[in-house]
C-alpha cells in the first residue's frame, strides 16, 4: 500500500520568511496530492491540491510541486504570517474510491 | 456551506464500556470515511465506503471496532469493548467519490474519545 512521509516535523520561522514542507510516497499510481492545515482542536482543511498531470500549482502566498519521477512534492508558504500557525499534512491517493495516507504532520510555528 | 456532522464531540469511558459515534456527510456525498488520529500523528483511515458498501476495511481492528452506513447516508462507528489505547480524535470525511475523479476530502470536527 501507500506509504507517505513527511519532514521535517517541526518547523519554526520568522513572520514574513517562507516556510517548504516536502512528502514523499511509495505508490507510482498515486495521481492526487492535496494539504491540509489543522488548527489546534480544530478539523483538518484543504488548502490547496495538486493533480498527477501538472507539476505546480499556486494560490495566493501557497504553492505546491510535485514531481512524479522522484515521487516527491512540497508546500511552499510565502509571507509566512503568525496565522499560517498550524500542523500542515500532505496526503497521497489514487484518486476517487482509493483510500488517501496522510503524512505524519508538520508543526509550523510562525514567530512575530 | 455544507459540512460534515459529527457527534458527540467528546466522549469519557471506562475501559471495557462500548462506545459509538455518529456521522452525517455532505449531502450527495457518496464516499465515507472513518479516520483515527492519535495525538502528533496525522489521520488513518479506519473504513472507507462507497454509499452502503465497505471499500476499505483493512485497517479496521475488527475484532473490537465495527462500522455500518445501512442507508448509505449517515454512519455509525463502534468499539467494544474500548481500550486505553483507542484514546484518539475519530475523524470522519466525506467526498463526492462517483461524480469526482479525485479524492477531495472534507472532514468533521471529529469526536475525541479518552479511555480512563
Known amino acids: 500500500g501507500e506509504n507517505v512521509e513527511q519532514h521535517p516535523s517541526t518547523l519554526s520561522v520568522q513572520e514574513g520568511d517562507s516556510a517548504v514542507i516536502k512528502c514523499t510516497y511509495s505508490?507510482?499510481?498515486?495521481?492526487?496530492f492535496p494539504w491540509y492545515k489543522q488548527e489546534l482542536g480544530k478539523r483538518p482543511q484543504l488548502i490547496i491540491d495538486?493533480?498527477?498531470?501538472?507539476g505546480e500549482k499556486k494560490d495566493q502566498r501557497i504553492a505546491v510541486t510535485l514531481n512524479k519521477t522522484a515521487k516527491h512534492f512540497s508546500l511552499h508558504i510565502t509571507e509566512t504570517q503568525p496565522e499560517d500557525s498550524a500542523v500542515y499534512f500532505c496526503a497521497a491517493s489514487r484518486g476517487a474510491n482509493n483510500d488517501m495516507r496522510f503524512g505524519a504532520g508538520t508543526r509550523l510555528t510562525v514567530k512575530p | 456551506e455544507a459540512e460534515v456532522a459529527q457527534s458527540p464531540r467528546y466522549k469519557i469511558t471506562e475501559k471495557s464500556q462500548a462506545v459509538a459515534f455518529w456521522c452525517d456527510p455532505i449531502?450527495?456525498?457518496?464516499?465515507l470515511y472513518w479516520y483515527r488520529q492519535i495525538l502528533g500523528q496525522g489521520p488513518e483511515l479506519l473504513v472507507q465506503?462507497?454509499?452502503?458498501?465497505?471499500?476499505?476495511d483493512s485497517q479496521l481492528p475488527k475484532d473490537r471496532f465495527s462500522a455500518e452506513r445501512l442507508k448509505g447516508v449517515d454512519s455509525t462507528l463502534k468499539i467494544q469493548p474500548a481500550e486505553l489505547g483507542d484514546s484518539a480524535m475519530y475523524l470522519c470525511?466525506?467526498?463526492?467519490?462517483?461524480?469526482?475523479?479525485?479524492?477531495?476530502?472534507?472532514f468533521g470536527p471529529g469526536t475525541r474519545l479518552t479511555v480512563l
Open positions: 495538486i493533480r498527477s498531470n501538472v
Open positions: 505508490d507510482s499510481a498515486s495521481n492526487y
Open positions: 449531502s450527495g456525498h457518496a464516499t
Open positions: 470525511a466525506s467526498s463526492a467519490g462517483r461524480t469526482s475523479s479525485y479524492n477531495e476530502q472534507f
Open positions: 465506503f462507497q454509499d452502503e458498501s465497505v471499500v476499505d
